[in-house]
């Protein structure tokens, strides 16, 4: 028994030494990228400037993507908030009375990208296509920003 001990402690070591050598490597030579691919997170709907409101019923959002090549889906998991100007009443009852919408707005621009795509537009491009496509069927008024409080992908 304390021979297997031994041997197993020696391969520990052995496997210990070796990650450590990897990552001292991949870190000398900047081949390593820390937080590479990580999300820069959006402000919360509370922290909206004073001269903005934030409009945050559609709630969240799972919707399958597109399928890719190898017949994939993902699983993308949103809860996106609209920030707009000012107080107006007249156009948060029009963003509430219309959510449904909005939210199959969102839905439709999600499931016809698949994942990978979704990652080569990027995240700013997304909001800036969503916002132009939400502006467009608002009458009374138009958002000034899209933000996600969750955007992950499930595989």
């Known amino acids: 028994m304390n021979k297997i001990n031994k041997i197993l402690l020696a391969i520990i070591g052995g496997i210990l030494i070796f990650i450590i050598a990897v990552s001292a490597i991949a870190l000398c030579t900047k081949n390593a990228r820390p937080g590479e691919g990580l999300r820069h997170e959006d402000p919360l709907p509370k922290s909206v400037a004073a001269s903005k409101t934030a409009f945050n019923e559609i709630g ?70 969503l916002k132009e496509k939400v502006n467009e069927s608002l009458v009374l008024g138009k958002i000034t920003g899209i933000y996600f409080n969750d955007y992950l992908f499930l595989d």
């Open 60 to 129: 969240q959002i799972r919707v399958f993507t597109k399928e890719d090549e190898n017949q994939q889906k993902s699983v993308i998991v949103l809860i996106p908030w609209f920030e707009y100007d000012g107080t107006d009443n007249s156009f948060y009852e029009e963003l509430d009375r219309k959510h449904l919408n909005l939210k199959s707005i969102l839905m439709n621009y999600f499931q016809n990208h698949t994942k990978h795509e979704l990652m080569q537009l990027g995240e700013e491009k997304i909001k800036t296509e």
